[in-house]
């Protein structure tokens, strides 16, 4: 079965230095991945995705994350962190099937302290 | 171009009422997903229509049932609510149920 595990619930930054939220995903299949972003009472907004291109796949807002099969693991990274990026951050795998079902880790709070 | 608008924002309803939930899929998009978010909690798939008809279903009882209408648009029926019932419900949309999702800011229901 498909699953994504987010390594940490919350994250704590200071602004202007580097962000990691850490993702495992476990999958039969050849996995597509996303990282959403969701601010307080607001939707959620797709930051990247992985659909077995380039590995290493850049999203808005200056994220960036990197697939690497061997590790199952799908890191989204931010070389400095912005007051505006503080949200939940969600790590979410779905199956290559016509269907299209979104499987959610539990999320990430990020925090960045000024 | 408007994204994905669902309505109402925000509902308080009683234990073992009816309630439901309303989405309008962004423009182009035919296909229409429905997330359930509890507090502190990953979005979990209820299901998904596509042509007017459920294509896949979570595991959520038959409390929660759906319809997809001609212009794409659809509705989230949930009956004899429970009180765990409560949480943020999502519409996603996206072209033939692949990829490219579009979210809407989600209906909070409260249910007392």
């Known amino acids: 079965a498909q699953s994504v595990t987010q390594l940490d619930s919350h994250v704590s930054v200071s602004e202007g230095t580097p962000v990691l939220l850490r993702c495992n995903y476990s999958?039969?299949?050849?996995?597509?991945l996303f990282w959403y972003v969701q601010h307080p009472n607001k939707g959620l907004q797709l930051l990247l995705k992985?659909?077995?291109?380039?590995?290493l796949v850049k999203g808005i807002n200056g994220f960036e994350a990197e697939f690497k099969k061997s590790e199952t693991s799908f890191h989204l990274t931010k070389p400095s962190a912005h007051m505006s990026d503080a949200a939940e951050y969600f790590c979410?795998?779905?199956?290559?099937?016509?269907?299209?079902?979104?499987?959610f880790g539990q999320g990430t709070t990020l925090q960045v302290k000024p | 171009d408007a994204g994905v608008t669902q309505s109402p924002t925000h509902l308080i309803k009683t234990r073992g009422q009816q309630v439901t939930l309303r989405c309008s899929p962004k423009?182009?998009?035919?296909?229409v997903s429905w997330y359930q978010q509890a507090l502190g909690q990953g979005p979990q798939f209820i299901f998904q229509?596509?042509?007017?008809?459920?294509?896949q279903r979570g595991n959520f009882p038959d409390r929660f049932s759906g319809h997809q209408f001609p212009n794409y648009s659809s509705e989230l029926n949930v009956n004899a609510l429970l009180l765990g019932d409560s949480a943020l419900y999502l519409c996603?949309?996206?072209?033939?149920?692949?990829?490219?999702?579009?979210f809407g800011s989600g209906t909070r229901l409260t249910v007392v």
């Open positions: 979410v795998v779905i199956i290559n099937s016509n269907t299209g079902k979104l499987i």
């Open positions: 229509y596509y042509e007017e008809e459920e294509r």
């Open positions: 423009s182009g998009h035919d296909t």
């Open positions: 996603a949309s996206s072209l033939s149920g692949v990829y490219g999702y579009t």
């Open positions: 992985y659909t077995s291109a380039a590995t």
């Open positions: 999958s039969s299949y050849s996995p597509s």
